[in-house]
């Protein structure tokens, strides 16, 4: 059977990630979460006091950073590990998701990522999502899915989330915070997130889980 790419981009907190999962599962591919390699990278810079408007200081982090995935068979439960420590409760943590967009926006963060992302889908069979999948890292991906959702039920969502994490944080900043990453995400110059030509377009706002995941994997069924 003819494996593809399953290419899902979108908003900050739209549901991408939970959806990925779940059709990478159905699909028998792996899923690749790219937001939590670009967190990953966050955390490094932060705990390492890297100064983001100096490129030799970044260059030279990079060239530290070691990033990889662990897959528990059955829960398709997936961690981040950094240099060979699993950072991912960490990563999702607010002071991780505040810079984490300044810190995407940074060309050479962007390219190495990138580069390491299409090496894991050279050889197909892949579920990823993120920002820039349909447009910058599998431009050639079979399907494409471009996701949203009203940015008050994103947050309401995200909210949930880190509260079953326990985080309380109130609704107010989690909003600021997806707006702010919304912004940077759509506007910085390089590879900024927009829906590619070909993608198709998924509000999910009003959708079960149940729906989206059969829909996306109804989606890829054609094209196997
Ligand atoms: O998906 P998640 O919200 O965890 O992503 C965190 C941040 O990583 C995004 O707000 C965005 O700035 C960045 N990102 C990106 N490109 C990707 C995935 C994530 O710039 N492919």
Redesign the pocket.
């Known amino acids: 059977m003819p494996k593809i790419i399953v290419a899902i981009d979108g908003y900050?907190?739209c549901g991408?990630?939970t959806t990925a999962k779940l059709v990478a599962q159905q699909l028998n591919y792996p899923y690749i979460?790219?937001?939590?390699m670009?967190?990953a990278v966050t955390l490094y810079f932060l705990q390492n006091h890297v100064t983001l408007s100096n490129p030799k200081e970044v260059e030279m982090a990079l060239s530290q950073i070691h990033i990889s995935f662990r897959m528990h068979v059955g829960t398709g439960k997936n961690d981040t590990y950094l240099n060979g420590l699993n950072v991912e409760e960490e990563i999702r943590k607010m002071y991780v998701s505040d810079k984490?967009?300044e810190v995407?926006a940074i060309p050479a963060v962007r390219h190495a990522l990138v580069a390491q992302q299409q090496r894991m889908g050279k050889t197909r069979g892949i579920v990823m999502d993120?920002?820039?999948?349909g447009t910058v890292v599998f431009p050639e991906a079979e399907l494409k899915i471009f996701m949203t959702a009203d940015p008050y039920i994103r947050a309401q969502r995200r909210q949930l989330e880190l509260m079953e994490k326990g985080e309380m944080i109130g609704i107010e900043k989690i909003f600021e915070n997806l707006k702010h990453?919304d912004l940077?995400?759509t506007t910085r110059a390089e590879s900024p997130l927009k829906q590619a030509a070909d993608a198709v377009y998924i509000d999910n706002s009003l959708m079960t889980l149940d729906e989206q995941v059969d829909m996306v994997v109804r989606l890829a069924d054609e094209q196997i």
């Open positions: 900050s907190s991408k990630s979460d790219t937001g939590s670009y967190r984490v967009s995407s993120g920002r820039d999948i990453r940077i995400d």
